[in-house]
C-alpha cells in the first residue's frame, strides 16, 4: 500500500502545489502518492499560480495538472503525512480535529530541514518572482529529506 502524502498551504496556488510537485519529482510513485489542498476554499479548481508553475518548469517540474482544492475533514483518514506550510495553516488544519491520531500527522514542513525550529515557508503571492524563487529552494530542501525517509 502507498504512503500518501498531503501538502497545505492557504489557497493551495503558491506553496503548496510547488511542495506536491517537488516531491512527486523525488519519490516512486508506485510506493508514494502525493496531493495538495488549501485552508480556504477561494481559488479551489484554478491551476497554480503562474510564478509558481514558472518556477517549477525552471526545474524541470511541471505542475499544470493540478487543480486547487480545499482540505477536507477527510484528508485526516486519507492521508498518513499533513505537511503545512506555516503556523496559521497548522493552526487552521489542526481545528479541524480532536483526534490525537490525526493531530500527529500534522507537521510543519521546514521541520523536516530544521527539526523542530518551525520555521514558515513564506507565502509569495505578493511578492515578485524572486520569493517563488526562494520558496522553491526551501521546499526542495525540505522534500529531499522527506522523500529520503520515504523512498
Known sequence: ????????CLGNICR?????????SK??????????????AYHQGELPDQRSIDIANLNSIDI?????????????????????????NYKNVCEL???????????????ARFEGLD?????????????FKNVYEMLDEACTVIA???N
Open 16 to 24: 503548496s502545489p510547488l511542495a506536491e510537485g517537488i516531491l512527486k
Open 97 to 111: 480535529t480532536d483526534k490525537p491520531e490525526y493531530l500527529k500527522k500534522v507537521k510543519m514542513i521546514m521541520n
Open 64 to 88: 499544470t495538472d493540478q487543480r486547487s482544492r480545499p482540505f477536507l475533514k477527510s484528508d485526516f483518514e486519507e492521508f498518513d503525512y499533513i505537511y503545512v506550510m506555516d503556523a496559521s
Open 27 to 40: 519519490v516512486d510513485s508506485k510506493h508514494v502518492k502525493v496531493d495538495s489542498a488549501g485552508t480556504s
Open 148 to 150: 529520503n525517509k520515504l
Open 1 to 8: 500500500m502507498a504512503t500518501k502524502v498531503l501538502m497545505v
Open 119 to 131: 520555521v514558515e515557508v513564506p507565502d509569495p503571492y505578493h511578492d515578485s518572482i524572486n520569493g
